[in-house]
């Protein structure tokens, strides 16, 4: 059986346990955090989460993850068989990734956990939002999914990394960053109904107050 490694609150574990789920494919959660201990980076080389074992071993980095379940798994396509089409929703993906989440994420700590983060950092945070937002808009269909008429690998980090970088730009900023993207905001909408997507916000709930005060001991 697949083990997914990692812990509830990462948003990069839920894509990969929304992608499982979606497929139908049995699979074990095995609670993993980062670090730096012998014992962790013998799992993940960097130490980072989600990490995925299979009978030969473990496979690291969300994207290869997605990729190696949808080559040598059944269950609901997440990426197209065409290679044009294909290409567009890997795009789509790691545009949100590289222009949304991760810049978002450089200012989670003043966002949501009370800490100090550089002037520098949220005026940069804030200029990469806003372009990033705007590719998006260039290129994602919402017909009615990120990248057409089907949930893909694109919904996958759409659902888990632009309401965070949303909630960075409305609380550090007093920006809307979907106010011109009333179609996003309807996907958002649709997700959020999805039973998958409810069992791993259950989850995710569950897991916050331990998360929290884990961050808190670290401050």
């Known amino acids: 059986m697949l083990k997914l490694y990692g812990f509830c609150v990462s948003n990069y574990y839920n894509m990969v346990k929304l992608a499982l789920l979606e497929k139908g494919l049995p699979f ?6 980062p670090g730096t201990s012998p014992e962790t980076l013998a799992i993940s080389p960097r130490g980072k989460v989600p990490v ?9 980095e969300t994207s290869v993850i997605l990729e190696y379940i949808e080559q040598s798994q059944k269950g609901m396509p997440l990426l197209p068989s065409d ?3 294909r290409a567009q929703v890997l795009a789509l993906a790691k545009e949100i990734e ?11 700590p003043a966002a949501f956990f009370g800490m100090t983060v550089p002037d520098a950092i949220q005026e940069k945070t804030k200029a990469e939002l806003l372009l990033g937002f705007a590719a998006l808009g260039r290129h994602g269909k919402f017909a009615p999914y990120v990248a057409g008429d089907s949930l893909s690998v694109a919904d996958l980090y759409f659902v888990y990394s632009v309401p ?4 960075v730009a409305q609380k550090l900023f007093d920006i809307d960053l979907l106010a011109e993207m009333p179609a996003a905001k309807a996907l958002l909408k ?3 109904q999805n039973p998958h ?3 791993i916000a259950k989850d995710k709930d569950a897991a916050m107050p331990a998360f929290l005060e884990m961050i808190a ?3």
């Open 52 to 60: 995925l074992a299979v009978e030969q071993g473990f496979i690291n």
């Open 217 to 219: 001991s670290k401050k």
């Open 164 to 167: 965070m970088a949303c909630a």
């Open 83 to 85: 290679p044009f089409e």
């Open 98 to 108: 590289l222009y949304i989440e991760l810049p978002g994420r450089a200012c989670y």
């Open 190 to 192: 649709r997700l959020e």
């Open 197 to 199: 997507v409810q069992r």
């Open 28 to 33: 074990e959660e095995v609670p993993f955090y």
